[in-house]
Nanobody
Framework: QVQLKESGGGSVQAGGSLRLSCVAS????????MTWYRQTPGKQRDLVAE???????RYADSVKGRFTISMDNTKNTIYLQMNSLKPEDTAVYYC?????????????????WGQGTQVTVSS
């Protein structure tokens, strides 16, 4: 089992900044990629930013130039630095981990979600 814990959400005025963190804990796994998603009531969960274990990243068009995803491999932690926040960034932000879990001589590819952290941006 892999557990994900997000932190860093909160309320901020438009133009402000927040930094989200997500820590992955557990044993017997290798991280393949970690991703931030966000969701507002009644809408689907959308990808915000992704980082692969090798360091390559991708972003939703709506956050390019404002958000930066980074990873500390030694701590199995990712960060999302959010600058120039807009009211439309208001959402619950979820961390997702794509991992390979090792079982004796075998392995499986598994996917985990955190509980989410609320980000509210007021105008």
């Amino acid at each position: 089992q892999v557990q994900l814990k997000e932190s860093g959400g909160g309320s901020v005025q438009a133009g402000g900044s927040l930094r989200l963190s997500c820590v992955a804990s557990g044993t017997g796994f290798t991280m393949n990629a970690m991703t931030w998603y966000r969701q507002t009531p009644g809408k689907q969960r959308d990808l915000v930013a992704e980082i692969e274990s090798g360091g390559s990243t991708r972003y939703a068009d709506s956050v390019k130039g404002r958000f930066t995803i980074s990873m500390d491999n030694t701590k199995n932690t990712i960060y999302l630095q959010m600058n120039s926040l807009k009211p439309e960034d208001t959402a619950v932000y979820y961390c997702n981990a794509d991992v390979t879990r090792w079982y004796g001589l075998g392995s499986t590819r598994e996917n985990y979600w955190g509980q989410g952290t609320q980000v509210t941006v007021s105008s």
